[in-house]
T-cell receptor, first 114, second 111 residues
């Protein structure tokens, strides 16, 4: 049973560029949440997708957007990259958001903005 | 506003010791309190979780103690091993909402 997978593993971009990160949820899960983890910090919630719609959003600017596909996989897009966007981006999957949140995390994508 | 406060920031114990990590929360609507373990270069892995209707939960060498009136919960690791050296995060949420994480505790278990 495959767990949560993310791609790519590492990514280097320059300021002002755009990036797309991808996530496939754990088998049987239909809800995907994205988190940003800065070095030495806990994960910070970006947004959650369920039934192909954004259901919740954390305190992140509109430069951060996402999408969920019919097979429940998801993308995170970040436009106009800033140096401060350098972080580990984590995807977590779970069952429908109405349930208690037992979330399973992927290995993350390490984004470096130069 | 930090809704989940975690302490200490770092912890060093000898093999066999019992490290204790503490968390305090503010939102009384939270009803789910998980602990995650993270190794360098990896995503957080769910260790154990508790709901506020019980005061203690044990899974293997890991125990959560929960004090609803004090709005605090803690993780105890019995008979700690060098392989337990990692960063530990507490979190909290209410049904249907995102996890709010503490800032993490880096644990080092010396042999």
């Amino acid at each position: 049973d495959a767990g949560v997978t993310q791609s790519p593993t590492h990514l280097i971009k320059t300021r002002g560029q755009q990036v797309t990160l991808r996530c496939s949820p754990k088998s049987g899960h239909d809800t995907v949440s994205w988190y940003q983890q800065a070095l030495g910090q806990g994960p910070q919630f970006i947004f959650q997708y369920y039934e192909e719609e954004e259901r919740q959003r954390g305190n992140f600017p509109d430069r951060f957007s996402g999408h969920q596909f019919p097979n429940y996989s998801s993308e995170l897009n970040v436009n106009a990259l800033l140096l401060g966007d350098s972080a580990l981006y984590l995807c977590a999957s779970s069952l429908a958001p109405q349930t208690h949140n037992e979330q399973f995390f992927g290995p993350g994508t390490r984004l470096t903005v130069l | 506003q930090q809704q989940v406060k975690q302490s200490p920031q770092s912890l060093i114990v000898q093999k066999g010791g019992i490290p204790i990590i503490n968390c305090a929360y503010e939102n009384t609507a939270f009803d789910y309190f998980p602990w995650y373990q993270q190794f360098p270069g990896k995503g957080p892995a769910l260790l154990i979780a508790i709901r506020p209707d019980v005061s203690e939960k044990k899974e293997g060498r890991f125990t959560i103690s929960f004090n609803k009136s004090a709005k605090q919960f803690s993780l105890h690791i019995m008979d700690s091993q060098p392989g337990d050296s990692a960063t530990y995060f507490c979190a909290a949420s209410r049904a249907g909402t995102a996890l709010i994480f503490g800032k993490g505790t880096t644990l080092s278990v010396s042999s």
